[in-house]
């Protein structure tokens, strides 16, 4: 986010997180702190040569950013845009990449429950709310995806 709000000319913006809160198995408990899982993820995936993540760039390539502590550095690096986050409680979808993920890389975490992955979002959420331009929407159930929905918004 913050190397798109820092490409762009705006005098009011939003970043708007759909389903995604960067829960990873390997992590602290829920914490911004180091996931050697979701660091390889991005470095694997060619995510550190994007220029995505260029503030960021040693954290990077050396596997210790996580999705939430990029999120953390925009907050703080834009305190004017607003920022939002929207998960269900026990989203299917990020429980199934989180489960897969562990399987994969041999990591404790393949049968994550819902409330284990609720207390894993209120853990990264807790740090979020420290930054006054962030607000979360958490919903009962198991969704993935909001915003492509009607379920969000009508148009009239």
Request: proline share 3%.
């Amino acid at each position: 986010a913050a190397e798109l709000l820092g490409f762009f000319r705006f005098s009011r913006a939003a970043v708007v997180a759909d389903s995604y809160i960067g829960v990873f198995p390997g992590g602290a408990g829920g914490t911004l702190t180091h996931s050697s899982a979701e660091g390889g993820v991005l470095r694997d995936f060619g995510s550190c040569s994007t220029g995505l993540f260029s503030r960021l760039g040693s954290e990077c390539e050396e596997q210790r950013l996580t999705v939430p502590r990029a999120l953390e550095a925009a907050m703080a690096g834009f305190p004017s845009v607003a920022f939002a986050s929207i998960n269900s409680k026990a989203d299917k979808g990020q429980i199934a990449a989180y489960r897969a993920i562990a399987t994969e890389m041999l990591l404790p975490g393949s049968s994550l429950t819902g409330e284990d992955f609720f207390a894993m979002v209120n853990g990264v959420l807790r740090q979020h709310n420290r930054h006054e331009n962030f607000v979360s929407y958490l919903v009962d159930g198991d969704r993935h995806g909001f915003l492509p929905y009607s379920v969000v918004y009508s148009v009239g």
